[in-house]
């Protein structure tokens, strides 16, 4: 019963991953010829602010170097290496080396010889490492091409001439002032921005999906780890350990032929399940699954996908495949050898997939809002839990002795998983109301529901209730017991929140405060007409009460009105960490001070499904279609200036909608978040001073 009790820790824990995307670096190209068919090939980074890469020459247990690879081609031969620019050279806090970084602009130079007069192109593939003061992103690869043409008209120029003349140049380039447009929003990018859109085409949508945080994937495979964990202790499952382990020992010629033999079967489990991670992946690719978080549409078929695992695990029926699957598998792994080993895996699969199917499809339904190689991860951490106690049984054969008899306590295991399915189902159901803002599923009637499910819950722990299938409870466990004490406690804390408590402990869940039947608490009586006639014209009460503007212009012209700095909150209705910030962090007395009464907060939803107005309706940079929503709109903004669709992410700018310092992120920590809005503040009075 200690393994159930891991699982309620999988069910808060896995709805909050969340793809922070990012993509910092953009690479152009050009060429120069300095010579009798000799030329420069010429790389320019531009890094954004804040990020750095690496020199090619780091130290052993370094960052990975940045590094470049020319094809090899009869129609031309490298001459020397990639040369570099000087870059900084630190003593690195975090490697605890010292280390050779390039921030900002980074030129890098490679001399060729041309062997052909034919028209031809180089296609340079870089690959680097980005990182900030806080974290690193994967390491990654991009191309750059250079296209030679037939008649190139020559133009002898020295090399280092053509660095520095090209360093001046995008700094000449980032010097220009963002231009200013009638709606003062989705033109917001400036001149080498827009060059590098019409010509590299660097930011796009499926560039951005790529790019998921090597913490997010390690959570998400420890969760799916658990997740198998969970599954072992499934009826379908557990009594098919000790059965498969005693077959390959026992058949065996040897005792270390049987462990061979359980190896491979547990290494073909997990082949088996990342092949189905790798399905998912290619069928509906990054861009599909980067846009699950908020697609209502999918978030109403993961709700009534859940809804069916939910009744599964409880009892009403149970999802079985094909019988003449099953058959022909039977007879593929009475052929024998590594081939018959690989059938018997699958057989397991197959075999199990009523108790383990609702567990990998909430797993995928997981990995799949983070994009990328998720569902790869999910599986390979779900399918080494499963495999594992087969080859560590087959290698300690006394080990299975230890374990416990099966019995009616494996569908008890079954069942409490329903109730997890189908307390997270109403989470899906929730997004797809915030998105569409319908208000049907308010804070008081989602809180209601999961109240609802978790007193049954602690009912059936607690041997009250019995489902038809179950196995008569004599007496509870103290396992038992105390599962049913821990979820009857959650229940009671709960309880509050239909009146206007915060529940921090579960915030991102439920839906805000302020989408609620009763946004100032229940016994309220400040009527919405005193709160209108305080807050100024366009705005609304926001999270916490704080004045709040939804509309861009608005909230800029009242900003200077008032001679205050702004804040954009880049948000979105279905961003569990956006509600973490507003519930934990905001209502924090200094943080909420600041937040009311120093700066104009604009908060731009980017999942907001209100259609624009007809002549605000713009064709997108990003992707060549009109953009017809509001939240898209947002969302063009953010990735187009700030180069991420991460959520939250907070700006501070002064009236001429200039940063005024680095933008932040998630952040959890109320003091550091408090020292982030109070550095925008002071330079916002300091460039006033000076004008």
């Excluded at 018997?344 to 383990?356: E, N």
Aim: hydrophobic share 45%; net charge neutral; proline share 5%.
């Amino acid at each position: 019963m200690k393994k159930i009790f891991l699982f309620i820790a999988i069910f808060f824990a896995i709805s909050n991953l969340t793809a922070q995307i990012y993509d910092p670096v953009s690479f152009t190209s050009s060429i120069k010829e300095i010579g009798e068919n000799k030329y420069t090939l010429i790389i320019t980074a531009k890094i954004d602010k804040g990020w750095h890469i690496y020199s090619q020459n780091v130290p052993k247990d370094g960052p990975a170097p940045t590094s470049f690879t020319f094809p090899k081609s009869k129609n031309f031969k490298t001459i020397g290496a990639v040369v570099e620019p000087e870059g900084h050279e630190v003593d690195d806090p975090v490697f605890q080396m010292r280390i050779k970084y390039f921030a900002d602009k980074a030129v890098f130079t490679q001399n060729i010889e041309r062997k052909s007069a034919d028209a031809f192109a180089i296609n340079a593939t870089i690959f680097f490492m980005v990182c900030n003061d806080n974290s690193c992103l994967p390491p990654t690869e991009k191309e750059v091409k250079f296209t030679f043409k037939k008649s190139d008209i020559p133009v002898k120029e020295d090399v280092a001439a053509i660095a520095s003349k090209e360093l001046k140049a995008t700094k000449e380039a980032d010097t220009i002032t963002r231009q200013e447009t009638e709606n003062n929003t989705t033109n917001l990018v400036t001149v080498s921005e827009k060059d590098t859109l019409k010509n590299q085409k660097n930011i796009t949508e499926k560039q951005v999906a790529k790019a998921v945080s090597d913490d997010s994937l390690w959570t998400l495979f420890f969760f799916s780890f658990l997740g198998g964990l969970a599954a072992l202790l499934t009826p379908c499952v557990f009594p098919m350990i000790p059965m498969t382990v005693s077959f390959f020992t026992k058949q065996s010629k040897n005792k270390a032929v049987g462990i061979r033999n359980a190896i491979l079967y547990g290494i073909f489990i997990i082949v088996i399940y990342v092949i189905l991670g790798s399905l998912v992946t290619a069928l509906f690719g990054a861009d599909a699954l980067n846009a699950l978080a908020t697609n209502v549409v999918f978030n109403i078929v993961f709700f009534l996908i859940l809804i069916v695992f939910a009744l599964s695990f409880l009892g009403a029926f149970e999802i079985v495949l094909p019988s003449s699957w099953m058959t022909k598998v039977d007879q593929k792994s009475e052929v024998g050898g590594i081939v018959g080993i690989f059938f018997m895996a699958l057989a397991l699969a197959l075999v199990s997939f009523s108790c383990t199917g609702p567990i990998v499809g909430t797993l995928l339904v997981q990995a799949a809002s983070q994009a990328g190689i998720a569902p790869i991860i999910g599986m390979l951490g779900f399918s080494l839990a499963i495999a594992l106690p087969f080859a560590i049984f087959a290698a300690f054969p006394g080990w299975m002795n230890s374990l416990p008899k099966s019995g009616g306590w494996l569908n008890s295991v079954k069942v409490v998983l329903g109730f997890l399915e189908l307390a997270l189902a109403f989470k899906f159901l929730s997004n797809a109301d915030l998105v569409l803002q319908l208000h049907l599923l308010e804070r008081e009637v989602f809180l209601a529901i999961w109240i609802a499910i978790f007193t049954v819950l602690a009912f059936y722990l607690f041997g009250k209730i019995q489902l038809s299938h179950d196995t008569p409870v004599t007496h509870i466990s103290v396992g038992r017991l105390s599962l049913g004490i821990i979820v009857l406690s959650f229940v009671v804390y709960m309880i509050p929140g239909l009146w206007g408590a915060p529940l921090q402990y579960i915030s991102g869940f439920p839906p805000a405060k302020q989408y609620s039947e009763s946004p100032n608490g229940f016994g309220n009586t400040v009527s919405s007409n005193t709160e209108k006639s305080s807050l100024p014209e366009g705005a609304e009460n926001g999270p916490n009460g704080i004045p709040t503007f939804h509309n861009y212009d608005e909230g800029l012209a009242y900003a200077k009105k008032v001679n205050k700095p702004i804040m954009i909150d880049f948000t979105g209705y279905a961003c569990v960490n956006c509600r973490k910030m507003e519930e934990r962090v905001w209502p924090d007395p200094k943080v909420l001070n600041v937040l009311n009464n120093d700066v104009v907060l604009i908060s731009l939803y980017v999942d907001d499904k209100r259609p624009l107005p007809k002549e605000e309706q713009v064709v997108s940079k990003i992707t060549g279609k009109v953009l017809k929503f509001t939240g898209q709109k947002w969302s063009e903004l953010q990735i187009l200036k700030y180069k991420t669709n991460a959520q939250p992410y907070y700006v501070l700018m002064d009236h001429n909608q200039d940063d005024l310092n680095k933008p932040s992120a998630y952040n959890p920590d109320s003091n550091g978040y408090y020292e982030w809005l109070q550095e925008g503040i002071r330079n916002f009075k300091n460039n006033n001073i000076v004008r």
